[in-house]
């Protein structure tokens, strides 16, 4: 049976960090009724690849949910949304600052109509503070939460990070406080409000960072390879530094290609072993006992001098090659694996981290798969909803609606595109 069976979520939410958390909290078994603004969720237009298809953009973040559409600028459409949070554990959304306020539904009113049910907000900034007006997208929150000023290089431009730490990251923090205040709620009978700012799931993504920001009130940090310094106030990018204690960087490998680099963790315990494999063939024989690398505070003085050797030592030797020959020795190592690299691994095929899934507007496409390995409730993973594919199954099935009630609703445009904006 799956983890979450039983819990109904009506899921307001769109784009990435909301459909992340909402996708997760379905594979765990929840039933996602996902309620699009009539329009459908931007992202089912954004970037398309094949023509008059959902995108991959869409159809990788909302798999195992239900849509149903409904127009929340009309009477009869808040009327259904009412109906329907009264049936549900959990409702979630991600829009822009004041929008659920403007539809008639602030959070007062929704526990009026639903005392039990837990409510998950995403927003940028939060609701309080001078910048909880401001609408973000994921490399705002990047920018904000302090990732983009600690990344890249000293010398250079402050660059984002491929994972979306700002909104799929934000959508995994949402997911462990709604099942926090669900475990509460049926404990109490009283759900509350749950709220993540981008910025603020950032910050703690980036905790490292704030440590070593205190740090340099008291002095350097050796572990860095870029010069710092005590007081010099903000913690500098420092490239492929490791970031925790251990030495570590990328190292270039033939054929020595965009990715062909290996990221080497340059431990404590192993560095003996390591200094005896790769001296001889750097012409540096007794490397092991060199006292500039004696202990890890003189590797730390001389890395840069460590990092050239141990690079010349990998210009004989693909990522793989050199992977094997580290691992003999127990060092921690990986190759950095492009979006191909990773399609195609056996590891990551083996436990189903990319899954083929067939959809009745693209035909085969694949989703990277569920992360959260659960023994007795593992994931079984489908294709994401067409617009409103469910909306007659729901309006039946979970609110009981006649027919006849149906398509009165219909014809008031309870489903259907709400009235343009006056110019
Ligand atoms: C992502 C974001 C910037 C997009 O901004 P946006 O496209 O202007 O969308 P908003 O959420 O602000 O507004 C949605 C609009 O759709 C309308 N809408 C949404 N669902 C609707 C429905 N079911 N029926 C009728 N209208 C609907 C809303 O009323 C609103 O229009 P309005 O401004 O006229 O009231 C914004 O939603 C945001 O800041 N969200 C919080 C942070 C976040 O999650 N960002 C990450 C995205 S991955």
Same mark, same amino acid.
């Given at each position: 049976?799956?983890?979450?069976?039983? /819990?109904?979520?009506?899921?307001?939410? &769109?784009? @990435?960090?909301?459909?992340?958390?909402? #996708?997760?909290?379905?594979? +765990?078994?929840?039933?996602v009724i996902k309620v699009e603004n009539p329009v459908g969720d931007a992202t089912r237009g954004q970037l398309r690849d094949v023509p008059g298809a959902d995108s991959l953009y869409f159809t990788m973040l909302n798999c195992n949910?239900?849509?149903?559409?409904? %127009?929340?600028?009309?009477?009869?459409?808040? #009327?259904?949304?009412?109906d329907l949070l009264a049936t549900c554990d959990i409702i979630m959304e991600n829009f822009g600052p004041g929008v659920l306020d403007r539809f008639g539904f602030s959070w007062e009113r929704i526990h009026g109509i639903n005392p039990k049910i837990v409510m998950g907000s995403?927003?940028?900034? $939060?609701?309080? $503070?001078?910048?909880?007006?401001?609408? !973000?997208?994921? *490399?705002?929150?990047?920018?904000?939460? =302090?990732?983009?000023?600690?990344?890249?290089?000293?010398?250079?431009?402050?660059?984002?990070?491929?994972?979306q730490i $700002?909104?799929? $990251?934000?959508?995994?923090?949402?997911?462990?406080?709604?099942?926090?205040a669900l475990r509460q709620a049926e404990r109490t009978g009283q759900g509350q409000y749950v709220e993540v700012a981008m910025m603020d799931g950032v910050m703690n993504l980036c905790r490292v960072k704030f440590r070593d920001h205190q740090r340099l009130t008291r002095g350097d940090l050796p572990e860095y390879s870029v010069p710092?310094? @005590?007081?010099?106030?903000?913690?500098?990018? !420092?490239? %492929?530094?490791?970031?925790? =204690? @251990?030495?570590? *960087?990328a190292i270039h490998c033939k054929p020595h290609g965009a990715n062909d680099w290996l990221y080497i963790v340059v431990q404590e315990a192993v560095w003996e072993d390591l200094a005896?494999?790769? =001296?001889?063939? /750097?012409? /540096?024989?007794? +490397?092991?006992a060199d006292p500039r690398f004696a202990s890890i505070g003189e590797r730390r003085k001389n890395q840069q001098l460590m990092w050239t050797l141990i690079n010349k030592f990998a210009e004989k030797y693909n990522k793989r090659e050199l992977m094997e020959i580290l691992n003999a020795l127990d060092v921690p190592c990986g190759p950095i694996m492009s979006t191909e690299d990773l399609a195609g691994d056996e590891h990551v095929r083996g436990r189903d981290m990319w899954v083929e899934l067939? &959809?009745? @507007?693209?035909?085969?496409?694949? *989703?990277?798969?569920?992360?959260?390995?659960?023994?007795?409730?593992?994931? /079984?993973?489908?294709?994401?909803?067409? +617009?409103?594919? &469910?909306?007659?199954?729901?309006? &039946?099935?979970?609110l009981h609606y006649s027919k006849e009630k149906i398509s009165s609703l219909k014809s008031a445009g309870a489903f259907s595109l709400p009235p343009k904006k006056a110019a």
């Open positions: 049976m799956e983890a979450l069976k039983g /819990v109904r979520i009506l899921d307001m939410t &769109h784009v @990435q960090a909301g459909p992340t958390c909402s #996708q997760l909290l379905a594979w +765990l078994g929840a039933d949910k239900r849509s149903i559409t409904v %127009n929340m600028k009309s009477d009869e459409g808040k #009327q259904v949304f009412t995403i927003k940028g900034f $939060g609701s309080s $503070g001078p910048y909880a007006d401001f609408k !973000a997208y994921e *490399n705002v929150a990047q920018a904000m939460g =302090g990732a983009m000023s600690t990344t890249g290089v000293p010398d250079g431009p402050p660059y984002v990070t491929g994972a $700002g909104d799929s $990251g934000t959508g995994l923090h949402l997911a462990i406080g709604l099942l926090a710092t310094y @005590q007081d010099m106030g903000e913690v500098p990018r !420092a490239g %492929n530094d490791s970031g925790g =204690g @251990q030495l570590g *960087n005896r494999r790769i =001296g001889p063939e /750097v012409h /540096v024989p007794g +490397l092991a067939d &959809h009745p @507007q693209r035909g085969k496409w694949w *989703n990277v798969g569920m992360p959260i390995k659960l023994s007795a409730s593992p994931a /079984v993973i489908q294709r994401s909803p067409t +617009l409103g594919e &469910h909306t007659d199954e729901i309006l &039946h099935e979970v």
